[in-house]
Structures are given as C-alpha cells and as structure tokens.
C-alpha cells in the first residue's frame, strides 16, 4: 500500500494567542499527497506543499539523507520546511522518497543503487515541478542528498529546469571534483552549509574542496553537527534556504518565531 499518512488529517484549530513555533508545529498550506514517475519505471511517493494563497515566491525540490543509515522525506529539516515555509515566506516545498525508501507517507518503488539510479529520480522530481508549473526551482540537498544534487543538478535535463542549489552537510564521498567542476562551468548558485563538528566534511576542508566552483558561498555553522539536531540549528537552515531562494529573504530577524493565525500539531 503506497498511500499511508495523508496531509489533509491535520486538524487546524485557531489559538486565542500568537502561537511559538517548535517542531511539531504545522502552518497552513495546501497540501497534497503526490507520485512522481521515473524515466525507468518506478513510482516514487512524496507530498507538496504549495502556499494557501498568494504567489509561490520559490520552489524547493529536496532531496534526502542516506535511506539506508535512516534518510527519508520527513529528516526533520524538511518536515519543519514543509509545515513553515509555505505560510511564512510563499515557498513550495517538495518531499519525495527516492527509490526504495519507506516513510509514514509510503515506500517508493526499486530499491537503493548507491547514487546511481538516483538519477532518475532527481530528473523525475524536477520535471514534475516544472510540469506543475512551479517558479523558481531549487535543489535542496542533505547529506547524500547533496550527492544527488551535485552530481546531476549541473548537467541536463536538470541544469536548465532549476536555478541552483543549496547542500546541507556534503559529504563529498559520491560526487567528485568532476561534478564540481560542472558546477563551475554552469556558474549557477551554490550555497553549501557546513557545520563546525560535521562527521564527514567540517568548514577549512569544505572551503578547499569548493574551491573548484568560484560562484560557491561556503558557510560554516557554529556549533552545528552533521544532522542539524535542535530548533535552533533547524531554523538557522531555514533562514540561510529563505535567503537564497526568495527575493524578500528571511529578514533581518528571520523568519518567524511566532504565528498568529490557525495552527496543527504533527505526531513528533
């Protein structure tokens, strides 16, 4: 069975209070259960999270961590985008299980191939954003997301469908200097986020690395750890995410810590 938890179970009540933003916490947004299909014939199960009104100020297509060490669509940061960024900054946020993962939402169809048929699936997600009419398309990558992203996000049929990408903890272990490379030639935006205590990749190593791509913007996260644990982290991510994709940005505060309109409550 494909389809398990469905978007649309939220139950949104309006607080008599402005009501502080924590994990759990879940902004309105039109949310639909989704399939993406693969040039190789798999179907792959996601949800998109389209603004309740307005314009979608950007899109992001996300791509997540390692599926065999506990990667899946709902890896906390982009759970917490898909609950936030379509009330508090108009951006569309795409979730999708690449193939053979499994999530509350579902499993997708195939099984893990290392990076490599993952390719498939990056195309997929992008032509489903584009085919969807959704503006201003970015790749957001974690972990071995960011292999993903920076192994097929500078080449086509990718590289004329998105702007660019944002890499959270790249571990540089799939994607070589070759794939950077292509990066360069392509000049489009990079922004890699790099925690100071990253298992894999920390900050001075990350900045020589991505020293191949002049358009890459390197930031090293004080404090910060691989998996980005704890609302502080996660709402660093987001600010820097806002910033790059949207004209408005974050603001000089952020984003907000508080909202005043109808609220839900995620299982945690």
Request: hydrophobic share 40%; net charge negative; charged share 20%.
């Amino acid at each position: 069975m494909r389809m398990t938890f469905d978007p649309a179970s939220y139950v949104f009540s309006q607080p008599s209070a402005a009501t502080a933003i924590r994990a759990s916490t879940v902004l309105p947004a039109r949310r639909e259960n989704i399939e993406i299909r693969t040039e190789d014939g798999h179907t792959l199960v996601g949800e998109l999270a389209l603004p309740e009104s307005g314009p979608v100020t950007a899109t992001l297509i996300t791509l997540h961590p390692l599926p065999t060490h506990g990667g899946f669509m709902d890896s906390h940061v982009y759970r917490k985008a898909s609950y936030r960024l379509p009330a508090l900054a108009g951006v569309a946020v795409l979730r999708f299980n690449t193939r053979g993962t499994s999530s509350p939402r579902g499993t997708s169809d195939g099984a893990f191939e290392e990076g490599i048929g993952e390719r498939y699936d990056v195309e997929a997600a992008v032509r489903f954003a584009v085919e969807r009419g959704l503006p201003n398309r970015w790749l957001v990558g974690w972990s071995f997301g960011t292999e993903l992203a920076l192994m097929y996000g500078a080449v086509e049929p990718v590289a004329s469908q998105v702007e660019g990408a944002v890499l959270l903890s790249p571990p540089l272990h799939r994607a070589t200097d070759e794939h950077l490379r292509q990066w360069a030639d392509a000049g489009k935006p990079l922004t890699v986020l790099v925690p100071e205590h990253d298992d894999y990749l920390r900050p001075a190593a990350a900045e020589a690395r991505f020293g191949l791509v002049p358009q890459a913007r390197v930031v090293g996260v004080d404090g910060a750890k691989h998996l980005w644990v704890g609302e502080k982290q996660a709402a660093r991510v987001l600010n820097e995410i806002v910033d790059d994709v949207t004209p408005d940005g974050s603001g000089a505060a952020g984003l907000p810590q508080e909202w005043e309109g109808p609220v839900a409550t995620a299982a945690v």
